[in-house]
């Protein structure tokens, strides 16, 4: 047991080296982390669905059918989020509606990863329909932050960030709309990655808000993120949000310098609200950056104040119109009624849960006549306004660095009953979102009781590989990463 521990807590690149070497096989590698589950999966829950006999069996073809040369993730195990289409795997977005949904394709990015050799070990946990903070909305119930389980992982991919913190998987997939990679990455003390908007198909992807959602990965460290962001971005042509954008080798990319770079530091993201642990790991990354040779620049991102309200019209309209499919008719679970429209309200009652259905009024609100140019069409302005924010400030920086999250992770329960202050939860990842920027968050040290803090730095549009690279850098100084949980 104590080596198949061992194995569990590799990063993604150093087992792929190994498997390469022929130093640790597949089945072995597969075999650590199933063991890590059993271990841990108990207290926190990280998965909505787990399949080991299908993950043992694969890995097993693996070891008995090596190429030459290993595509990128040969044998390695990986968790993949309950709103990713898998193949005959359960993909129920953490809702009863989907409860027994399995689908009959594989997503663009399950597809990737089938392609490049991975183990799916399970489908990870997550606020119902991606639609939260906490990872508690899951009709599943909630993932536990393997760092002190009484307090949440973020979300809404919290199991899919707890579970590559608790070392049950070597890295997972998540999907990001307004922050849910970043925060729960930020929350579990890994590196989380949303990519830009278009860098990565959303062909598959159960929609919450089309033009805000996307794929990305979660890992242990840049190097992982570099090495899964290869596999799953490029251009799908049955998606037409899809970039037409060559994608570079992140992984080679890592070793660009920090010297001569100027990072923008965005000063309404420094106001009221900010915990001080949160504010001084920050600054503390800051002045880590320019002891590596870069500058720093006090930039101003004045739309900022209005990103949260903006967000909440654009994405639940989006929602109102996405969710709409779901009435029990064609697939997910139906609840029987008198009559059509009897079904539909019957299944949507009992399929639902809470903060879905409110963002479904929210939206339909918004979208409704007489009310639809004073919300939604004026949300639409206020988010070119904050575009034009981002560019304004790149025209002085080549990258920003903010906080992730205000806080540090909070207590199961604590924020449930007051939505807004749960909203505020992703006060500083919205705009990046609205925006389609790329944003990647890092760990950068702990609260005084061993809580993770995290950084966010913000690129230009198809930037990734120098975010990553920033990342990169600071990890070699030996910094960021807490201790393992659990």
Not at 231 to 236: E, K, N, R, S, T
Not at 357 to 372: C, D, E, P, V
Request: charged content about 20%; aromatic content about 6%.
């Amino acid at each position: 047991m104590a080596a198949d521990s061992d194995l569990a807590r590799l990063t993604l690149h150093e087992a792929r080296d190994r498997v390469t070497a022929g130093e640790v096989t597949s089945a072995e590698l597969t075999e650590a982390c199933v063991a890590r589950i059993e271990e841990v999966e108990g207290s926190v829950h990280a998965f909505a669905h787990r399949t080991t006999d299908e993950a043992l069996a694969q890995a097993a073809a693996r070891d008995a059918a090596r190429p030459d040369p290993l595509p990128p993730l040969w044998g390695l195990p990986i968790a993949v989020k309950d709103n990713i289409c898998t193949q005959g795997l359960p993909t129920t977005c953490g809702s009863k509606l989907l409860a027994n949904f399995r689908p009959v394709y594989d997503s663009f990015v399950a597809r990737r990863l089938e392609e490049a050799g991975a183990v799916i070990l399970g489908k990870a946990n997550m606020d119902e329909f991606a639609m939260g903070s906490s990872c508690e909305n899951s009709a599943l119930g909630p993932t536990h932050n393997p760092h002190d389980l009484e307090r949440v992982p973020g979300g809404s991919s919290g199991g899919s960030a707890a579970a590559v913190a608790a070392d049950e998987c070597l890295a997972a997939l998540g999907s990001d709309t307004g922050g849910s990679i970043r925060q729960p990455a930020c929350f579990c003390g890994v590196v989380g990655l949303k990519p830009t908007y278009g860098r990565v198909s959303r062909n598959g992807l159960v929609a919450f808000a089309s033009s805000l959602d996307q794929i990305g990965p979660l890992t242990k460290d840049a190097r992982d993120a570099a090495l899964l962001l290869g596999v799953i971005a490029g251009h799908d042509p049955d998606d037409s949000t899809s970039a037409c954008q060559p994608v570079p080798n992140y992984e080679a990319a890592l070793e660009a310098e920090v010297a001569g770079l100027t990072i923008g530091i965005p000063k309404e993201y420094f106001g009221g609200g900010l915990d001080p642990a949160v504010e001084e790991a920050v600054r503390a990354a800051i002045a880590t950056y320019e002891s590596l040779g870069a500058t720093t620049v006090e930039v101003s991102l004045p739309h900022t104040e209005q990103a949260v309200a903006t967000y909440y019209l654009v994405a639940t309209a989006e929602a109102s119109s996405n969710l709409g499919r779901f009435d029990g008719i064609r697939y997910g679970v139906r609840q029987e009624g008198k009559d059509l429209l009897d079904v539909y309200k019957r299944t949507r009652e009992e399929g639902f849960g809470a903060e879905v259905k409110r963002r479904i009024m929210l939206g339909t609100f918004a979208l409704s006549a007489g009310y639809y140019d004073a919300y939604y069409g004026k949300a639409m302005a206020v988010r070119t306004l904050i575009r034009n924010d981002f560019d304004a400030a790149f025209g002085q920086c080549d990258l920003l660095l903010t906080p992730t999250a205000p806080t540090p992770p909070f207590r199961l329960g604590e924020k449930l009953d007051d939505p807004l202050t749960m909203y505020l939860s992703d006060i500083f990842t919205i705009a990046v979102s609205l925006a389609g920027l790329p944003a990647v968050s890092f760990p950068t040290g702990t609260t005084a009781a061993g809580l993770p803090l995290g950084a966010q730095l913000i690129g230009r549009h198809f930037d990734e590989a120098r975010l990553l690279a920033m990342v990169h850098a600071f990890e070699a100084t030996g910094q960021g990463r807490p201790l393992p949980a659990l």
